[in-house]
């Protein structure tokens, strides 16, 4: 089979590696697309180097069938459609005692800790499986992980129904957290300085404020009458706008943190002294996530068709990689033969 590694230094290589059989609790999922994104991308940009052991098959968004079953796996049959919810837990820690084994903290992050999809066969436990409809396309399937980092995000929030929201950052997280807001019943702005992204935002009906042309703080100002937004959604990592997002809130509204920032940030804590602001940290997903993810990719709320902006085979690799690099795509998925 084929997999593709990060090997330290930016790069990837693509290489030929024995078949290895499910070992006992394991399945072998013959994996159809694999997503490539910012996780990734600080994988290969050297940020993660302290954690991640090389040479790394990374990859953790992905769809495929079962191609064959460890022993002792009941429930899953080979030619099930599936993808994975990446998270392996202790169940001993304090968080997981507290009911928290989502952010275990002895979390292993598949595709990040331990070796993940972009590989043609992939073993993992069964416990991690998380069935695909039939009539759910597994290039769209391949969206399931995003999406449930979006529901948990927005679930986070606590946002109701007419509540007005501001997501900073339009890169594919943000489009799916403001996609997930809306079905949600909100109303929904997005902050992205890049005109095409900013024009994606619009055609998909949300307000889109170019924080490079106005004054974000009074725009949202005037869009919520002068009461400041319900739910603020820091979503693009950079410094300027966590040290912008608490102007934009309303008295006793909510700041979620969404984005990886690899340094501490500035932030102004008199704002959230002044106007008893919340902060929360949104980390990952829960299965009930996972599985929201997969009904809303059903049902068409999530706009596939604009969040896919290519689709590679696993020689093109680097040339999705490049395209997300510079901002020309929102998601990119890599497609291996197996799964075909």
Known sequence: MRTAAYTGNHSIEISE????APGPGEVQIAVAFTGLCGTDLHILHGNMDARVTTPLTFGHEMSGTIAALGEGVAGWAPGDAVTVMPLVWDDTCPACLAGNNHICQNLVFVGIDSPGSLQEYWNVPAELLVAVPSDLSLRTAALAEPVAVAVHDVRRSELKKGDKVVVLGGGPIGVLIA???RSEGAIVAVSEPEPE??????RLGFEAIDPRAVDATEWVTEWTDGAGADVVFEVSGAPAAVLAATALAKVRGTLVI???HPTPREIDLQRVFWRELRILGARVYQRTDFERA?????DGTIPVDEVISRVVPLEQINDGVSDLENGRALKVLVELEAGK
């Open 17 to 20: 590696a024995e078949v290895p």
């Open 179 to 181: 996609s997930v807001a």
């Open 258 to 260: 969404v984005a990886i």
């Open 197 to 202: 992204r900013r024009a994606q935002i619009e």
């Open 294 to 298: 997969v009904e809303l990719l059903q």
